[in-house]
Nanobody
Framework: QVQLVESGGGLVQAGGSLRLSCAAS????????MEWYRQAPGKQRELVAGITSAGLTNYGDSVKGRFTISRDNAKNTVYLQMNSLKPEDTAVYYC?????????WGQGTQVTVSS
């Protein structure tokens, strides 16, 4: 069983930056694909970014060039650096760990971008 705890959310003005962190425990962190999802009110949860155990990354089209995902396997932590934030980035951001048919979610952290 993997436990995920997100932190770093908050209120920021448009154009600003935030760095989200997701600390994992209870599993072999380096073996998991780590992902960030987000869900805005009234919308479906969407993939923001993912990073494999080898460090390969992928991003949702709406965040390419603005967000960067990274991981520190020694600290069992995945990060999401968010720059040039827009009001439409406002959502609850969730960390997700995946390996084979296993998947684990964090509780989410709220990001609010004011215009």
């Amino acid at each position: 069983q993997v436990q995920l705890v997100e932190s770093g959310g908050g209120l920021v003005q448009a154009g600003g930056s935030l760095r989200l962190s997701c600390a994992a425990s209870g599993g072999i962190f380096s073996m998991y694909v780590m992902e960030w999802y987000r869900q805005a009110p009234g919308k479906q949860r969407e993939l923001v970014a993912g990073i494999t155990s080898a460090g390969l990354t992928n991003y949702g089209d709406s965040v390419k060039g603005r967000f960067t995902i990274s991981r520190d396997n020694a600290k069992n932590t995945v990060y999401l650096q968010m720059n040039s934030l827009k009001p439409e980035d406002t959502a609850v951001y969730y960390c997700h760990a995946a390996r084979w048919d296993q998947g684990y979610w964090g509780q989410g952290t709220q990001v609010t971008v004011s215009s």
